[in-house]
């Protein structure tokens, strides 16, 4: 039914990438220093298998392999870059509605500024009119209390 042994089915390709350019362990069975499995600084491109390269710290990488991660990284800038330019929009958006509102918050101050000072001064003329009044009545008051009911 399914082969025990999927790294038959795998391309000599992709078996390069699972398979150490050099042994891993020398002779006496000890893990080589990491600095061994660099490659001299002085490589040369045709020693190494179709598809590698030296990357930085002078570590062997596939070359797949790194375009597959720079693909990834352009698509991430972008999608960045998109993420980034709807937000400026939002925030445009966003300007004008705050501005607009600034608008009307002027409008609706300077609104209520108005009716305070016509409520002030209708205040002045009810108490300018009930002093008036109060007047008028005192000056009546005095005119009846001249009069003599007896008199002729």
């Avoid at 597959?68 to 960045?80: C, L, P, T």
Wanted: glycine share 4%.
């Amino acid at each position: 039914m399914e082969d025990p042994n999927p790294a038959s089915e795998l391309s000599e390709r992709r078996k390069a990438l699972f398979e150490p350019l050099e042994p891993v362990t020398n002779i006496n069975g000890k893990r080589l220093p990491a600095e061994s499995l660099l490659p001299p600084p002085d490589f040369d491109d045709a020693s190494y298998p179709k598809g590698w390269l030296i990357g930085k710290k002078r570590k062997l990488v596939n070359v797949d392999v790194v375009e597959s991660m720079r693909r990834i990284a352009v698509q991430e800038m972008n999608r960045k870059d998109r993420e980034i330019d709807g937000l400026n929009e939002q925030l445009e958006e966003d300007a004008r509605c705050l501005e607009h509102l600034q608008l009307q918050l002027l409008q609706e101050k300077s609104k209520r500024t108005e009716v305070e000072r016509e409520n002030a001064m209708l205040q002045d003329q009810i108490s300018m009119l009930m002093n008036m009044l109060q007047e008028n009545e005192q000056l009546g008051d005095e005119d009846v209390g001249d009069e003599d009911p007896d008199g002729p």
